[in-house]
């Protein structure tokens, strides 16, 4: 559980990550609640950006991140009205640009 102070510290950074210890489907949710967005990593590393998600309910999940997330993502994300992107995979055999090693002469 989080505190009203952290609350407003990722309101003004507009973003705030849930961790999800305990959803058989999500591994993180990352709200954006001023922009009425939140990005979703499932399990199996895809992850993917709703646009159009209800506001409440982005206040709502911050202010109780012990509600079921698997729930609150069908619920609020996967509804008419929010667009779905497909954004990447977060694999661990595919590593980030910054971590590859480039040759000397370039």
């Not at 202010?63 to 008419?80: E, F, L, P, R, Y």
Request: charged share 15%; aromatic share 10%.
């Amino acid at each position: 559980t989080t505190t009203i102070g952290s609350h407003w510290v990722s309101l003004i950074n507009n973003m705030k990550s849930i961790k999800c210890n305990k959803s058989s489907a999500i591994q993180e949710l990352f709200v954006y609640p001023l922009e009425g967005k939140c990005s979703v990593m499932y399990n199996n590393g895809h992850i993917y950006e709703y646009s159009g998600v209800s506001r409440r309910a982005i206040f709502s999940i911050i202010a109780n991140d012990q509600q079921s997330i698997g729930k609150w993502v069908n619920h609020n994300c996967k509804t008419k009205g929010v667009a779905c992107e497909w954004t990447g995979h977060e694999s661990p055999w595919i590593p980030c640009v910054d971590e590859v090693q480039l040759p000397n002469f370039i």
